[in-house]
């Protein structure tokens, strides 16, 4: 909601305890009948002393209107016994506190209290068992034969013209979503207060009634509004505030949010040429701790989720490859999430009107299996590609693995790049990698396939090469080379298997290149065999490579 929740329900149950009214209901409900489809749901309230504290609160918020409307509603009205002159004034005092601060559709004591207690068009329980009904503020409550909200119906309800009218003896208490619930917990105020930073309410002009056009532009007599958020909807790809859905979340606690956020922000350090780069520093570290704490019900089934649990930001095994760019990388699923050291261990479960919040005690979200990831260039997309130097290599070519050839299944996509020189001089490519973390330590790997992987009859011949790595400083300029990728290293490939050759180990990139369309961190490979030492069967002066991979470097 766009404005700070309350908890109306303790603010009312507080009022209710001092208040001096404890007459029963017994002493005060006169079970005049009201003939059937006669007056409307407005008289059929007035008629009856006991409801004239639920009367007064739809008078003040201005509900007395739609209840003499033409629109049909189902009314469920507490009695005064326990809807009390205090509760009743605390109600009409946080409608008039917020009135002139949101609309009214925000406003908590017409969500939480008036819409609460009233269903649009008619409903009978007369032959329910047991069924759930949607309410104007969208929450789905509980109804019997003889309850609603598991509190009991006084009397027998009351056909009008415009709907049919119920009497309890009890409020149904206000049931928050795990949205709002962070809004009401003060140990959430961190997380809820950066989600709430991008709440807006969109215009539907298809749902809006249009009016007159003036100075070229339509006015609308009644315009209609829709609730959005880009966090919940975009980015943790979890509507919270969706009555019809299920969801669990992991919240990072306020003590959490403040340890955390310091040292994620040393991973979004963008160099100063690069434009919106403090609203992306400010941003992805609060979105990456949020990643991955959200959890559809609908998708974790209860039966298997003590084995393992997949966040909205997870993908299932079979799309895993086109995202991760590896089947085996499963970022954002956890596996026995309730053990010790488990994202669900040490949690307390406190239940929602769609789902549940689990409060941590302890943060068990591992950087390394949600935010913190692998970047992988697969050599033959044109994508990876910088750059050949084409004064000395030919265009780089692309070699598709037959399904026959031996190293078939040791080659990732079944393809690799071909760099080949133009004349004596040596071939050189370079490929570049994005989504690079500042302040990560990197192991960097390039993958080399043999000749024979392109052609069965070629020899199986070695070939050498050096590694040359460019990334950029804080100023934007480029930098080449770091302590363990150096230009004068020469690396050897077997010539006969697949090889997986590391050319830099536990490499820190001093800036973020996270998603950026522009790659800035670039691994240049030059082919160093002689002509000589081609002619002589020594090397192969072509290489072959299949991917490079920069690989987090957990521990020391």
Same mark, same amino acid.
């Given at each position: ?197 991008? &709440? ?160 941590? &005690? ?195």
């Amino acid at each position: 909601m766009k404005y700070n929740k309350l908890l109306i329900a303790s603010s009312l149950l507080l009022a209710g305890m001092a208040s001096s009214c404890s007459d029963s209901w017994d002493d005060h409900y006169d079970s005049a009948s009201y003939p059937a489809g006669e007056g409307s749901l407005w008289e059929a309230l007035s008629d009856n002393d006991n409801l004239s504290n639920f009367r007064a609160v739809m008078t003040a918020t201005g509900f007395q209107a739609q209840l003499e409307s033409s629109q049909v509603y189902t009314v469920f009205a507490p009695v005064n016994s326990s809807f009390t002159d205090a509760r009743r004034d605390s109600v009409i005092a946080l409608y008039e506190a917020q009135k002139k601060l949101v609309k009214d559709k925000y406003n908590d004591a017409i969500v939480e209290f008036v819409q609460n207690h009233i269903k649009l068009y008619n409903y009978s329980v007369s032959a329910v068992s047991y069924d759930s009904l949607e309410m104007l503020n969208g929450k789905h409550i509980p109804v019997t034969a003889t309850t609603f909200a598991g509190h009991n119906f006084v009397g027998t309800q009351t056909h009008t013209k415009n709907g049919t009218l119920y009497v309890l003896d009890a409020m149904a208490v206000y049931e928050p979503n795990v949205y709002e619930f962070l809004s009401r917990d003060a140990d959430f105020d961190s997380v809820s207060h950066y989600i709430e930073e991008f &709440s807006i309410d969109r215009f539907v002009a298809s749902k809006s009634v249009p009016g007159e056009i003036i100075d070229g532009r339509q006015h609308y007599l009644d315009s209609v509004t829709v609730f959005e958020n880009q966090i919940l909807y975009g980015w943790l790809d979890a509507d919270l505030n969706d009555e019809d859905s299920l969801y669990w979340m992991v919240p990072p606690t306020n003590e959490m949010w403040a340890e955390q956020i310091p040292v994620l922000e040393q991973y979004y350090q963008y160099d100063e040429t690069v434009q919106g780069r403090d609203s992306m520093m400010y941003n992805w570290p609060r979105l990456s701790l949020l990643w991955g704490t959200a959890f559809s019900q609908t998708v974790n089934a209860n039966f298997n989720i003590q084995d393992s649990v997949l966040s909205t930001n997870g993908v299932p095994f079979r799309w895993r490859k086109s995202y991760w760019g590896s089947y085996d990388l499963s970022y954002y699923q956890y596996y026995r999430p309730y053990d010790e050291g488990g994202v669900f261990d040490g949690t307390t479960e406190i239940p929602c009107s769609n789902g549940r919040i689990l409060k941590p &005690s302890v943060w068990n979200f591992d950087p390394y299996q949600t935010y913190i990831r692998k970047s992988t260039a697969e050599c033959e997309n044109l994508s990876s590609l910088d750059s050949v130097k084409t004064q000395t290599t030919l265009t780089l070519s692309r070699v598709s693995v037959p399904v026959e050839n031996p190293f078939y299944k040791d080659i990732s996509n079944h393809a690799f790049a071909v760099v080949s020189p133009k004349g004596s001089v040596n071939a050189e490519a370079v490929f570049q990698l994005y989504n690079i973390l500042s302040n990560v330590k990197y192991d960097i790997d390039v993958i080399v396939v043999p000749p024979m992987a392109e052609d069965t009859t070629y020899k199986a011949l070695p070939t050498k090469f050096k590694a040359e790595l460019h990334y950029h400083n804080a100023k934007g300029s480029d930098v080449r080379t770091l302590t363990m990728v150096k230009p004068t290293t020469v690396w050897t490939t077997t010539g006969t298997q697949v090889d997986t050759i590391r050319v830099g180990s536990n490499v820190t990139i001093p800036t973020c290149s996270y998603r950026l369309s522009e790659a800035q961190v670039k691994l240049k490979l030059t082919v160093t065999p002689t002509a000589n030492e081609e002619n002589q069967g020594k090397f192969t002066r072509t290489l072959r490579v299949d991917k490079i991979v920069f690989t987090p470097h957990q521990g020391e």
